[in-house]
């Protein structure tokens, strides 16, 4: 137990650290997941049939490749777009992005394409009647869709939303192809260091047992506030 | 984009791909049994059992699967005791050390699966065998086994699905599946782009066969 | 512009802000950090071992501030092309196949490679000369490639992903073995000690420190090698000047002329040599 300890000999306080980076990482993931999916939630519910197909596109190929590959695509193919890009700026010099926007990132676009379907499904089982209410009273597209329409998708997607964080925050244990120090990169240096893999393992597995007990408990509070008057 | 070498690279892609439906179709095999084993367990009215199953599937659930590879391939095999056991001659392998992995991860998702079908059988189907005198075993295994996998066809042709990306993990044991290969050929040819895309076009072809395969029984099955 | 579109332009022109722009007088080195006494990390996670210490003396040399970056192996060139960072000193060696996509400088050590067993193992004992070089093959090597041959067939090798071991493993020249690739050379560590491999390759010192450190009985077997699949010394690793062209090109370029230099002045004044020792106890500079 002593190999938890706080302070320089103890990995305690890496540890900690690293919870907070994969708790961090997450929750960003999931935000720009949200991004993605403003934008391709409606390309999907579009009647034009190419943004259909771009938005089907994104969340077949994301949710039918596994994550480990998409992240290694992302990371290595970021290369050309970087240099790319860099060409283009001439003389903008050295674009360091750093680890936890690229790692973020690319959980991000994985978790997007999640989001996506849980919000399509969502809009699509909001009784028709109430878009035409709206419209026959006359409220503008964005009047409508935020008072009305949000409020309701919100509630019926809370629950597939919980789904989808779990995937998200699980999905962090991967990117440490870029560097980024969370909880199963902190353990994988502590256990080569120490030469104890199963300790630091398992206390990893208890440290995700603990983000997934604390998140449900939260999640629970926000489906209950939703779904008050219901 | 060099083409050629993804016209080179594809036969050993291929090839790695035998690999990685070796691996999901042993776990999903020994993951099933796990999952009905646990789904029972779980129905079970004793505290105990049904706590028991429940932390099983929370614990394997709200862990990445990475880490319970790696609790299993490097933990397990740290511990010298262990070594000396003739477990050992299994969990020395690779091969096996992934496949329990995997058949303890898709098992719990599994048994959740099959445990909400369960639950959610009209009781009116298990009130018509009984008023039919059919003993409670045999509507058991006759009647709420066959009636809750058909009903958990959707949702575990969804696991079928992920079981598939999840094999992709067994590259972080040595395993020379899709993605081991894949990362194997970029190591030595710097090309991670086009390798990468190949592969991912492999695993989407693989999920496009077997979404339409579910979508066949899902109809072939339904008795709507 | 609607909504949608300015919110896109503001999240992508705040992630450029946020990832930094640098000033480009610092250089910044990567290195794997994985790899004693070439390169590791010491309890407080700090980057030490030769490379490190060599790095800051080569920019001292250079006249320029460094940084030394951590990178995961199997990432570190795509690392460099993706200008995570400007140069590579990670036990790499020079050979071809790297020079197809990235350009080394001068040799600055030589990594000798050796297997490795634990203490009772049946390839203990193998009777080859000290060290053979595989890049003019005489009779001796070739004799002992044939012992080593022998010695392998149906035996499990293990050793890490991307490396000239894994080159010279599967170049034939030991017929075929059946090789298993790791990320780390921790992880092959772990699993000759757990008796899942029958033999490791890897650079000899890499061994003698894992033995020392962790106390398991891992001994080296056969001769050393060198050159041929192996490559030529380890160099400084940087970007081709020719990939981007225009002033990034032109800096790159530069850069490989600074360590050239640096590396020129640094063997002259023993620094190599002295740094060598340190971290081996044998002078390994080229």
């Not at chain 3, 059946?178 to 560590?189: A, H, I, W």
Request: hydrophobic residues 45%; proline residues 3%; contains cysteine.
């Amino acid at each position: 137990m002593d190999l938890l300890t706080f302070g320089k000999t103890g990995w305690g306080d890496e540890l900690f650290y690293a919870t907070l980076m994969t708790i961090a990482v997450s929750i960003t993931a999931l935000l720009i997941g949200f991004l993605f999916s403003i934008i391709f939630t409606p390309l999907k519910l579009s009647n034009n049939k190419f943004l259909n197909f771009i938005a089907n596109s994104y969340t077949t190929v994301i949710r039918g490749v596994p994550e480990l590959l998409v992240i290694y695509l992302f990371f290595f193919g970021g290369s050309g777009a970087i240099m790319y890009v860099a060409s283009i700026f001439g003389y903008f010099e050295y674009i360091e992005i750093n680890a936890f926007i690229t790692g973020s990132l690319a959980i991000g676009i994985i978790s997007g394409a999640y989001s996506t379907e849980v919000f399509r499904g969502a809009i699509q089982s909001i009784d028709k009647g109430q878009f035409e209410a709206c419209k026959v009273l006359g409220f503008k597209r964005y009047i409508y869709f935020l008072k009305v329409i949000m409020p309701q998708m919100l509630r019926l997607a809370i629950p597939n939303l919980s789904n989808v964080w779990q995937i998200t925050l699980k999905d962090t244990s991967l990117i440490s192809v870029t560097g980024l120090v969370e909880i199963m990169r902190q353990s994988y240096i502590a256990a080569g260091s120490t030469r104890d893999p199963l300790f630091f393992y398992s206390f990893a597995a208890v440290l995700y047992l603990m983000l997934t007990f604390l998140s449900m408990k939260l999640i629970n509070r926000l489906e209950v506030k939703y779904s008050r008057g219901v | 984009m060099d083409l050629e070498l993804i016209f080179t690279s594809l036969p050993k892609l291929l090839s790695a791909a035998v690999v990685t439906l070796k691996l999901l179709s042993s776990s999903l095999f020994f993951g099933i049994f796990i999952g009905l084993i646990f789904a029972i367990l779980r129905l079970n009215k004793n505290p105990f059992i049904n706590k028991f199953a429940y932390g099983y599937s929370y614990v394997f659930r709200g862990t990445p699967l990475l880490v319970q590879i790696f609790i299993i391939y490097y933990g397990l095999g740290q511990i010298e005791y262990f070594r000396s056991t003739f477990l050992w001659v299994i969990f020395k392998e690779p091969y096996w050390c992934a496949i329990i992995a995997f058949a303890l991860n898709t098992g719990a998702y599994t048994s959740e699966i099959l445990r909400s079908a369960f639950q959610t059988i009209k009781p009116g189907i298990i009130e018509a065998g009984k008023s039919l005198g059919i003993s409670n075993k045999i509507i058991f295994y006759k009647i709420q086994i066959p009636v809750a996998i058909r009903q958990s066809l959707p949702a575990y042709g969804n696991e079928i699905i992920l079981m598939m990306k999840g094999t992709s993990l067994a590259s972080t044991v040595t395993l020379m599946d899709i993605t081991g290969v894949a990362k194997h050929i970029v190591s030595t040819t710097y090309k991670p782009l086009e390798i990468f895309i190949t592969a991912g076009g492999i695993y989407l072809f693989m999920t496009f066969i077997i979404h339409n395969l579910i979508k066949y029984l899902e109809k072939k099955y339904s008795f709507q | 512009m609607n909504i949608f579109k300015k919110t896109i332009l503001t999240v992508l022109a705040s992630l450029l802000i946020i990832g930094n722009v640098y000033a480009n007088d610092k250089i910044r080195i990567g290195t794997e950090g994985a790899y004693p006494p070439w390169n590791s990390k010491d309890a407080a996670g700090k980057l030490i071992g030769f490379e490190v210490e060599l790095a800051y003396s080569l920019c001292r040399y250079i006249g320029r501030q460094c940084e030394v970056v951590e990178q995961d192996w199997d990432g570190m060139i795509p690392a460099l092309q993706m200008r995570k960072f400007d140069a590579i000193m990670a036990g790499m060696s020079i050979t071809d196949e790297r020079k197809k996509v990235i350009t080394f400088s001068q040799g600055y050590a030589d990594e000798v490679a050796a297997l490795a067993v634990m203490k009772g193992s049946s390839l203990e004992g193998m009777s080859t000369p000290e060290g053979i070089s595989l890049s003019k093959p005489n009779s001796d090597a070739k004799k002992a490639l044939k012992t080593i041959t022998e010695a392998l067939t149906g035996k499990t090798v293990c050793t890490q992903t991307g490396t000239i071991h894994q080159n010279f493993l599967e170049s034939g020249d030991v017929g075929k073995v059946n090789v298993r690739t790791y990320k780390t050379q921790d992880e092959v560590n772990l699993d000759l000690t757990s008796g899942r491999c029958d033999v490791a390759l890897a650079a000899a010192v890499a061994f003698t420190d894992y033995a020392e450190k962790s106390g398991k009985s891992v001994v080296l077997v056969g001769p050393t090698f060198s050159g041929g699949a192996f490559g030529n010394g380890v160099g400084v690793g940087l970007r081709q000047a020719s990939q981007l062209g225009g002033t990034l090109g032109a800096r790159d370029a530069e850069l490989l002329k600074a360590f050239n230099k640096a590396i020129n002045q640094a063997r002259k004044d023993g620094v190599i040599s002295r740094l060598a020792i340190k971290h081996f106890g044998f002078d390994a500079s080229m």
